[in-house]
């Protein structure tokens, strides 16, 4: 049985930081690449960022470049979202999923490319 699960989430002031995890189970993580998207109140879901498992490739939106950090663990079947810098707009709901296929500039950000997704940690950004 696919599993994502994600904790971490909370609130944070403004400028502040936190690591989000994605636990993985019930596959392979190696052979997969992960994606973050988040969805904020009143809003569409959109990809946060994604990290593939071959070349270990990372994409971001461009609102959080240079401040997120994506990495992977696959010895600890985790993916991580390091969020430096946040900002009252990075507050929502986080997702991790699974990318079917592969991952390219076109695609790494689309929720129909995602096969498994996680149930969501909130993330508050506020002071």
């Known amino acids: 049985q696919v599993q994502l699960v994600e904790s971490g989430g909370g609130l944070v002031q403004p400028g502040g930081s936190l690591r989000l995890s994605c636990a993985a189970s019930?596959?392979?993580?190696?052979?997969?690449?992960i994606g973050w998207f988040r969805q904020a109140p009143g809003k569409e879901r959109e990809g946060v960022s994604c990290i593939t498992n071959v070349n270990l490739n990372t994409y971001y939106t461009a609102s959080v470049k240079g401040r997120f950090t994506i990495s992977r663990d696959d010895t600890k079947n985790t993916v991580y979202l390091q969020m430096n810098g946040l900002k009252p707009d990075d507050t929502g709901v986080y997702y991790c999923?699974?990318?079917?296929?592969?991952?390219?500039?076109?695609?790494?950000?689309?929720?129909?490319?995602?096969?498994?997704w996680g149930q969501g940690t909130q993330v508050t950004v506020s002071s």
């Open positions: 019930g596959f392979e993580l190696p052979y997969y690449s």
């Open positions: 999923a699974r990318l079917l296929g592969w991952a390219t500039d076109n695609t790494w950000n689309v929720r129909s490319a995602y096969d498994y």
